[in-house]
């Protein structure tokens, strides 16, 4: 077996699939792609703007000659239908953090790399790094391209993260599988905001998944299409016939408890998962519009509670969800709550509510 097929055979045995190689070679139409997007004033979030830097690994590490890429497979299941005030983190997100996993797994194929081929060197990456990844797993055969931007394994498996390892020796790169899904279009149907506003491209600005991480407030055209997501969106993904679904439901959460949680307790329960790397007042901010978007007048008596938390995002998001619930009781709430409020967002917030 050579080096190559030995690689593969251990990251295998690490649990990670697809695997690929490619070689660390620049992604000039990409390249291109986000400079026109940069140009037209629709920058990638979260990520840097130096698309010269995003789509040649050698800028990021100069000894390069090799990337593998790697997939962490994923479960993907129908969000369960909410029961009481339950919200929602999409698949893959409530339990342990992907990027920690991935580093874990890349981490020990890297020291078995050094181990077979004592002159390697080798620079790990997990989606917070600067290059651009499905374009380097498309390259490296990992998948198809999805309408909905994801890259899919060919055959209908389950959906994967991914993350690289970059090599400064040389091995035989594989080949792309073909370029596309079954274009059915089903994932764009499905897009409560029409995100996906042709296929192959995606507007960060109106995906729910961008909008649940986003700090501040969620603009409120946007806010009842949320539902009772709190972490995340995975509507696209669950729609595709492409991906293999797990029996099991989605991930549901008890929002008053999301509610409740100070720091060390949010720490404890979100702190090693994906979904909790925007922090606390994200989260929390996202539970409170859940609990709007729920309708159940339940939750008035927690909203109201809500009234009192010293952050003003919080204050306006229970201000925003007591008016969408309406009826009496929530309508005494916010008047009374108009009496002693002094934050303006807030004050906005509540005269919007009141009429
Ligand atoms: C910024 C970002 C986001 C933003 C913007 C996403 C976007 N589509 O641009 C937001 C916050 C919305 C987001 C959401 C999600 N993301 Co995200 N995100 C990223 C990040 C950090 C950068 C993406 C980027 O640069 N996009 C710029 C666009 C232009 O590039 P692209 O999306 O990678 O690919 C496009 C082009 O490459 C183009 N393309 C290029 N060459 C070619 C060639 C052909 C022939 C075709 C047809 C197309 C094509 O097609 C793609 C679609 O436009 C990457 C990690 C990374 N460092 O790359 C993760 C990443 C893309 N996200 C990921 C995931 C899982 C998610 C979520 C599911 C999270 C969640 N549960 O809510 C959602 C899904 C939304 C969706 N439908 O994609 C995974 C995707 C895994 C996969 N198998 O595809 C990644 C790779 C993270 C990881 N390491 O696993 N994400
Ligand atoms: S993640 Fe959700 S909002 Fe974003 S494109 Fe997919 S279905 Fe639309
Ligand atoms: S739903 Fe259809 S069009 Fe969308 S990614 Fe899946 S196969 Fe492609």
């Known amino acids: 077996m050579g080096l190559k097929e030995r690689i593969v055979e251990k990251a295998g045995e690490l649990g990670l699939s697809p695997v690929g190689v490619t070689e660390a070679r620049p992604l000039p139409a990409e390249r291109e792609m986000l400079s ?21 690994p050698r800028r990021v590490w100069p000894e390069a000659r090799t990337i593998i890429m790697v997939g962490l497979p994923f479960a993907v299941a129908s969000p369960p239908e909410p029961r009481g005030l339950t919200g929602y983190l999409a698949s893959g997100t409530e339990g342990p953090d992907y990027h920690l996993v991935l580093r874990e797994k890349l981490t020990a194929l890297d020291a078995f790399i050094r181990a077979e081929a004592p002159k390697s060197a080798c620079y790990s990456f997990v989606d917070t790094g600067p290059l651009i990844e499905r374009p380097l797993a498309w390259r490296a055969g990992l998948g198809v391209w999805g309408e909905n931007t994801f890259l899919l394994s060919p055959k209908g498996g389950p959906a994967f993260f991914l993350g690289g390892l970059m090599l400064n020796i040389p091995l035989e790169p594989d080949e792309p599988r073909g370029n596309f899904c079954l274009r059915c279009g089903r994932c764009r149907a499905a897009c409560p905001t029409g995100a996906i506003s042709r296929p192959f491209h995606l507007q960060p600005g109106s995906c729910l998944s961008y909008l649940t991480q986003i700090k501040g407030e969620v603009p409120h055209a946007f806010r009842p299409l949320l539902g009772n997501r709190v972490y995340g ?20 959460v008890d929002l008053s408890e999301v509610l409740s949680l100070n720091r060390a307790g949010f720490l404890a329960r979100f702190g090693r998962t994906a979904a909790g790397w925007r922090g606390r007042t994200v989260l929390q901010r996202n539970a409170a519009y859940a609990l709007g978007n729920l309708g159940d007048p339940a939750a008035v008596p927690i909203l109201t509670g809500l009234l009192n938390d010293p952050r003003p995002v919080l ?28 934050d303006e967002e807030v004050r906005k917030e509540l005269a919007l509510a009141l009429t």
């Open 233 to 252: 969106c995975d509507t696209c993904l669950v729609a595709c016939p492409l991906v293999r679904k797990s029996p099991r439901a989605g991930a549901e």
């Open 36 to 56: 026109a997007l940069e140009r037209a004033g629709e920058p990638i979030p979260f990520t840097p703007a130096d698309a010269a830097l995003r789509t040649d």
């Open 315 to 342: 204050r306006a998001a229970a201000v925003w969800s007591l008016g969408r619930i309406g009826g009496v009781a929530a309508r005494q709430v916010l008047e009374r709550h108009r009496e002693r409020e002094t």
